[in-house]
């Protein structure tokens, strides 16, 4: 559960942090099951998933470890979506009820970890009523020079903006740097809720340790997608209250 002045403070700023959603343990639980993944799946495929535009934030050749729809690969995720604690969280911005988009787990690998350049979500699977939220779960401490989390507080309210597409799509580093956007440095079990409008990104990990997240894209299941684009495993899925709609999700 939220507080009101959490609430508040989200529908001001765009983001709010929540301290210690979970516990250090319990953190420290789901890291190690992330980082057991990537190892799992770096054994079949390539799990590399650095933006083509982090050249634009740094010159240092970068990596990121990712997965999508982590819930897929082992049921621990699955448990963490439909925590109480999370989706009770979430319920406080979107109301009962809350609708899973995608999950994606990154791993900013020591020293090398992939900034991202600022941008909002919005422009990779657009909605008609801008309800979609983002949920950063750190699985361990995301201090500054780990490359954690930065917001420009209050760009929600500049609705969509154009975005260049080169590489995914980023602002331009001219009028939107990482290094002038405010950092979120975060403790193992903090959860960052911000809106798809919001805009964010986040420097190179130069630290001895690698940065270890779960990001959860949800959605009020009555916001329909404007294209029908980034389909994803497990997309409408239900974390929180029902479906009014009764819409099989994207169709
Ligand atoms: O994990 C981060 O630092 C930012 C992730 C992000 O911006 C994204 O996946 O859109």
């Known amino acids: 559960m939220l507080t009101p002045e959490q609430i508040a403070f989200y529908h001001e700023n765009g983001y709010v942090v929540v301290p210690s959603l979970f516990t250090a343990e319990e953190a420290a639980a789901y890291r190690a099951e992330s980082h057991a993944l990537i190892e799992r799946l770096q054994r079949v495929r390539d799990v590399d998933a650095a933006w083509g535009s ?3 934030v740094t010159t240092k050749k970068t990596r990121l470890l990712h997965c999508h729809d982590v819930q897929f690969y082992s049921a621990a995720f699955t448990r963490l979506l439909v925590d109480e604690r999370f989706a009770g969280a979430a319920a406080g911005i979107l109301g009962p009820n809350v609708q899973l988009h995608h999950t994606k787990m990154f791993i900013k690998p020591s020293e090398t970890g992939a900034p991202f350049p600022m941008h909002q979500d919005a422009p990779y699977f657009p909605h008609d009523n801008h309800t979609m939220i983002a949920a950063i779960i750190h699985f361990d401490d995301a201090p500054l020079e780990k490359g954690c989390l930065r917001v420009v507080p209050g760009s929600h309210k500049l609705g969509m903006l154009e975005h260049e597409s080169q ?3 980023h602002l ?3 009028q939107y740097s990482v290094e002038n956007a405010l950092p979120l440095p975060a403790k193992a079990g903090d959860v960052v809720f911000f809106s ?4 964010h990104g986040s420097g190179v990990n130069e630290s001895h340790e690698a940065r270890t997240t779960l990001l959860v894209q949800m959605r009020d299941p009555a916001d329909p997608p404007t294209v029908q684009t980034h389909d994803s495993l497990g997309q409408g899925m239900m974390l929180a209250g029902i479906d009014p709609t009764c819409r099989v999700a994207n169709k």
């Open 54 to 56: 982090a050249q634009t």
């Open 167 to 169: 590489g995914n799509f």
């Open 172 to 174: 331009s580093a001219e």
């Open 196 to 199: 798809y409008l919001t805009i």
